[in-house]
């Protein structure tokens, strides 16, 4: 089973600065497969709690090294939820590689585990009889200390429903279960990371621009 890694978060930091420099990104450390997965960005300031800068991924298998490439880009820039990540803001950065694994179809809305397991629900909206759908990953619901019924009703909200929140339509639920590998990494560790692996390329091309 492929694990979330560090060269995987490397690429994300090498994606986002390439799009800023206009430039290629050095080619990925890390092999292809098919998985879904997240990228997610915080923004650390002065040691406080990192704040959410945006997080998009796909449910479904994806290639790796393209979708971890398309949704470095889609997170930081296009999360409609924030402004587009500035390239200033790039040293109080840190990035979430997340590989999601296990899917599994829950008896209720209720059979899943804090801190365990990401959660998709899919339900109809019975005011517009829209079907509504969202995902919360696993570290969320641990880091809001949500109970399950909170994060369920916090979910029904992330997917756009307005309406009253009753037992009867929580029951209503499909509910599917996963789990997920991550990878955390700050800018700062990705820059001493390639000093430490890029070094003699680096001043290679440095001095071959002057």
Request: aromatic share 10%.
């Amino acid at each position: 089973m492929v694990s979330a890694s560090k060269e995987m978060v490397v690429y994300c930091f090498d994606t986002l600065l390439a799009h800023y420099n206009g430039e290629e990104a050095p080619p990925p450390a890390f092999e292809d497969g098919q998985h879904p997965l997240f990228v997610t960005w915080k923004k650390v300031v002065n040691g406080s709690e990192p704040r959410l800068r945006g997080c998009i991924g796909i449910l479904e298998a994806r290639g790796l090294v393209n979708g971890i490439k398309d949704y470095t880009l889609n997170s930081a820039l296009r999360d409609q939820r924030f402004s587009p990540i500035q390239a200033k803001e790039l040293p109080y950065l840190e990035c979430t590689v997340s590989i999601l694994t296990d899917y599994e179809t829950a008896d209720n809305y209720l059979d899943w585990e804090v801190g365990k397991h990401g959660i998709i629900i899919e339900f109809t909206d019975p005011d517009y009889g829209a079907r509504r759908n969202a995902t919360y990953l696993p570290e969320v619901t641990a880091h809001e200390g949500w109970t399950n019924i909170e994060a369920i009703d916090s979910l029904m909200r992330k997917a756009g429903y307005s309406g009253t929140i009753t037992e009867s339509l929580r029951k209503r639920i499909r509910l599917t279960r996963y789990q997920s590998s991550l990878y955390t990494m700050h800018y700062s560790e990705y820059v001493s990371y390639v000093k430490a692996t890029r070094s003699a390329v680096a001043s290679g091309s440095k001095s071959g621009s002057q």
